[in-house]
């Protein structure tokens, strides 16, 4: 029998998890490695400003086994927000088992009683075919924009060695 899975949003004291989970994720697919005094306090923060978003977890034996995050876009086109998925991150033994799935059909929930919310975007790196087919799947399709970045003199987030 499969082991249940249960979806729920992210309490304050799942933050070590959700920190380990963004490193874990950040050196897998672009191969950084972000410094923990700031993972640390940017996971905190999102728990002390929700206005900023919030993080949905994945359970399976009382075990976070998955993660998101969601923060918010306002689009003036539409008069409402997009909700960006962020920081996706499933263990590498749960891979394959339909708990990203599930952490998106959690959300689509979530918004579906929501008029402020007109969808979901999400960035993914150019070369995660993996992840490509598995948004795709969930009826996601690719925009035509690239995400362009400029950071802020000063602004760190991870060591030298990446």
Same mark, same amino acid.
């Given at each position: 029998m499969p082991t249940k899975i249960t979806i729920r949003f992210a309490e304050k004291?799942?933050?070590?998890?959700?920190?380990?989970?963004?490193?874990a994720m950040a050196l897998e697919t672009e191969q950084?490695?972000?410094l923990p005094e700031v993972i640390s306090k940017g996971v905190e923060r999102l728990f002390t400003s929700p206005e900023l978003g919030f993080y949905v977890v994945a359970e399976c034996s009382k075990q976070i086994v998955g993660? &998101?995050?969601?923060?918010?876009?306002?689009?003036d086109w539409r008069n409402r927000m997009f909700w960006w998925i962020q920081s996706v991150y499933v263990l590498p033994d749960e891979r394959r088992k339909g708990i990203y799935t599930r952490l998106y059909q959690f959300i689509q929930e979530s918004a579906s009683n929501n008029p402020d919310i007109c969808g979901?975007? &999400?960035?993914?790196e150019k070369n995660n075919l993996l992840a490509k087919n598995a948004y795709s799947a969930l009826g996601m399709n690719p925009t035509q924009y690239e995400i362009y970045e400029h950071l802020k003199p000063g602004t760190r987030f991870c060591t030298g060695r990446s």
């Open positions: 004291q799942d933050a070590p998890v959700l920190i380990h989970f963004n490193r950084k490695e972000l993660s &998101l995050m969601i923060t918010t876009e306002w689009s979901f975007r &999400l960035y993914v």
